[in-house]
């Protein structure tokens, strides 16, 4: 919670600027107040108007308004605030911030500032790993000012790479971080599996799955979030590492088993990935090749059962184990019936039907299923859907505790 703080905002000119309309939003949902300075690139992909109905509040762009000085000078503006949250932080604004420049009101807020910095950078690829922008960044790290993100991920220029502002949620955390607010799940370790597995047939060939882990990873981001220390074991995807998470790239059923294995003793264990059921018998050493008047026959066996094996371990077991169903039909039922034959404490159930749009998708409907009953959450985005489950693992935790 931010009660009480007061944020200044700097919304600098990159596309990554309509993130943080939301992430006003998720500041506010907080109760900290906001107040935004709009530089004129950041004005070229949000408006001010939007900017301003976000944060309730007249939205400063000009260091020569002469009603801006009359009403609040640029001074009072930086010192008014508890935290300076620059975000987008474009390749320019850390430029002009690791030089001391003051041509615009964004740079002399942050020049006349005493309180604290957090930026958020946002920039292509290339820029990041330029050796001039990160001379730049280490000097603002000498100069104390704090750095969340950026991400790895595909950038709207086309490339990909570390250069994605961080999510809204990770920008909230670190300002929290900032705040040094008592972060629910500080000193509590999580293991979240996410993402398929892939089973080869050949050097060359394997079964897999549709999943795209975005679920799974949205839930290590959060735990991460409110402090616990996550590893995140994942089968392939093309999602980006989550701020602070430990992420164990693994491919089949097998390595997911021992990478989480080794992960523990953990307080809890999230299993969202989709393992394949069945793997290949035998597979073969060369490439099958193609063979007159034959088709080659593939025997499957069955992969271990991850949540069952973690949820069964005895004296090592996570204190909460959480399974995932993705039903097609009866959700609810089957969900139950899963809990007690994996032998987990929550199953969270969701309808993977091809008309949710849930596997692949942002948004999910999910059924928390427990010993308590059936809890039913709204149509809710991925990152909310984890933010959620964050929440009440940490309730549960720490009641479970006092
Ligand atoms: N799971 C696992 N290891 C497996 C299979 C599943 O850890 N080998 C976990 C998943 O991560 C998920 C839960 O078990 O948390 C539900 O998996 P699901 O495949 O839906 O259930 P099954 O047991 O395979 O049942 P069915 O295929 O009959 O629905």
Redesign the pocket.
């Known amino acids: 919670m931010l009660g009480s703080k007061r944020i200044l905002l700097i919304i600098g000119g990159g596309i990554a600027a309509y993130k943080s309309l939301d992430l006003i939003r998720r500041l506010r949902e907080r109760g900290a107040s906001v107040r935004a300075i709009l530089t004129r690139a950041g004005a070229e992909f949000v408006t001010p108007l939007s900017v301003s109905s976000l944060t309730g509040d007249k939205v400063y762009q000009d260091l020569f308004s002469l009603t801006d000085e009359a009403e609040m000078g640029h001074i009072q503006l930086s010192r008014d605030a508890d935290l300076l949250v620059v975000a987008p932080a474009t390749a320019d604004l850390i430029a002009k911030m690791a030089t001391g420049r003051a041509d615009d009101l964004a740079s002399t807020a942050l020049l006349a500032t005493d309180k604290p910095v957090l930026i958020a950078p946002a920039m292509n690829v290339r820029m990041w790993l330029h050796p001039a922008t990160q001379r730049n960044i280490a000097q603002l790290q000498t100069d104390r000012v704090s750095l969340v993100g950026p991400n790895d991920g595909d950038m709207a220029c086309g490339e990909f790479g570390p250069g994605r502002m961080a999510e809204p949620l990770e920008i909230v955390a670190a300002v929290e971080a900032a705040f040094g607010a008592p972060r629910l799940l500080d000193g509590i370790s999580a293991l979240v599996?996410a993402g398929p597995t892939l089973e080869p047939i050949d050097p060359v060939r394997f079964i897999s799955n549709r999943s795209s882990g975005k679920q799974g990873y949205a839930i290590a981001g959060a735990l991460a979030g409110l402090g616990a220390k996550t590893t995140l074991v994942s089968g392939p995807t093309s999602l980006a590492t989550p701020q602070g998470v430990n992420r164990i790239a693994v491919e089949t059923?097998h390595e997911?088993l021992a990478a989480c294995e080794g992960a523990l003793p953990t307080d809890v264990a999230v299993?969202?990935?989709?393992?394949?059921?069945w793997r290949i018998d035998h597979t073969a050493n060369q490439k099958i090749k193609k063979t007159a008047g034959g088709l080659p026959s593939l025997k499957l066996i069955?992969?271990?059962?991850?949540?069952?094996?973690?949820a069964t371990r005895g004296t090592s077991r996570p204190r909460l184990v959480?399974?995932?169903?993705?039903?097609t039909e009866k959700v609810v039922e089957?969900a139950k019936a899963?809990r007690a034959?994996?032998g987990?404490d929550w199953?969270v159930a969701n309808d993977v039907s091809p008309a949710t749009g849930v596997m692949g998708g942002d948004e999910n409907t999910v059924h928390i299923v427990s010993a308590a009953g059936v809890e039913t959450w709204p149509k809710l985005a991925k990152r909310d859907v984890a933010a959620k489950l964050a929440q009440k693992i940490a309730a549960h935790l720490k009641g479970a505790a006092a």
């Open positions: 599996t059923a997911m299993c969202a990935a989709a393992v394949a059921d069955e992969n271990p059962d991850i949540l069952h094996t973690l959480i399974g995932f169903a993705a039903e089957h899963k034959k994996k987990c199953i």
